[in-house]
């Protein structure tokens, strides 16, 4: 088990029905590259597909229109998450990107047929089933995907960096930051 499981997530399973509505949508705007474009569309869904969750904030276009994202799950208990990038994007989203190459190249539609849908169908039966939603492409990436609407606006910073984000004008913390700061 890897050491951020340890510590289980600080979120909630995602609603399934609006986590396999945008993967549906993503999946259909890559399959309609595919079809637009049968020489260089399989390439494009690919690379869609791999950098998707790194777009905006963690979300896809399928995710940003049904509300929900990848975050990066902390390593510790009581951290914060923050939105999954590129890399965490292309590690969790490589068995989906490979679908989609064998989906648009025609000598590979036995390879689609023998291993990319039972490669969705796995990966969905582990949405399905496991406690967080995650599936083996969240484990890769270290990642969760949760309901947008769920967070609190300023939980996650907008930086990939994983620090928390800088308390608002009003809290106590950013009280007693200035009061430090004006002491010293």
């Given amino acids: 088990m890897r050491e951020v499981r340890k510590h289980g ?34 390439v494009f869904a690919a690379v869609y597909l791999l950098v998707a969750d790194g777009l905006v904030n963690g979300q896809s276009i399928g995710k940003r ?31 989906f990107a490979l679908v989609a190459v064998f989906y648009g190249v025609p000598v590979l539609w036995i390879v689609l047929v023998l291993a990319g849908i039972p490669i969705v169908a796995f990966e969905s039966y582990m949405v399905w089933t496991d406690r967080l939603g995650l599936r083996i492409g969240d484990v890769f990436a270290d990642t969760q995907v949760v309901d947008a609407k769920v967070m609190a606006k300023g939980e996650i910073p907008a930086s990939g960096l994983g620090a928390a984000a800088p308390p608002s004008a009003g809290s106590s913390a950013a009280v007693s930051s200035s009061s430090a700061r004006d002491a010293a």
């Fill in 65 to 95: 229109l049904f509300g929900v994202r990848a975050v990066v799950v902390p390593d510790r208990p009581g951290a914060r998450g923050w939105p999954a990038g590129y890399r965490e994007s292309a590690l969790r989203n490589a068995p």
């Fill in 9 to 42: 997530s600080p979120y909630p399973k995602a609603d399934l029905t609006l986590r396999g509505l945008a993967r549906a949508l993503d999946l259909l705007l890559a399959m309609s590259v595919v079809v637009a474009s049968p020489t260089l569309g399989p």
